[in-house]
């Protein structure tokens, strides 16, 4: 006795007959085009992440070579000052005891993705923008500030500024609303 298949199958059990289904063109252009979509945005927001990180890191080093310049001026009891200038669209800063050149300094690059904004107050000498302390660590001189931006633009800065006499250094960043005038503080 022959036992017949049918559409039960061998085992008892119902099959129905399908046939393979693949992505349609449109299917594929629609993911194609959500992919790029959250490629662009995810791109974006690493650029402003980037842009803040070289700015923050820009701004350490500003600040550290101002706080170096004051504590050598009371260590050595001497005046020493903070130079800072853009050579070949470079931000670069020194330090070194008053007295001594600019062109004598050694010169250190900052990010070369970080500018100098126009709302820089530091005295300015030729192309040389300088904080200078005396021997108590205090300010010779005009007080004011040094501020970064990046050069693709952008409203983040990121700025230091000398706010006494005395020498205080602060840190400050980008407001929505100026404070005389300037918008990082």
Known sequence: ????IGRRG????????TRSQGFTLLEIAIVIVLIGILFTIAAASWS??????RLNTAQEQVFLAMRTAQTSAKQQHLSWQADFRQ????VQWAIHPDGSTSPEAQWHSLDPNV?????TTLRKTG???RIEFNHLGRVNGQLGRITLSGK???RVKRC????TLLGALQKGANQATPKDGKYCY
């Not at 006795?1 to 017949?4: D, F, G, L």
């Not at 402003?48 to 990180?53: G, K, M, Q, R, T």
């Not at 050579?87 to 470079?90: G, I, K, Y």
């Open 127 to 129: 192309n040389v923008w």
């Open 1 to 4: 006795m022959k036992k017949a």
């Open 10 to 17: 061998l085992w008892g059990r119902s099959h129905k007959l």
């Open 152 to 154: 693709q633009g952008g």
């Open 115 to 119: 500018r100098l904004d126009p709302e």
């Open 87 to 90: 050579v070949n669209q470079m």
């Open 48 to 53: 402003v992440f980037l842009n803040i990180y």
């Open 160 to 163: 230091v500024i000398v706010s």
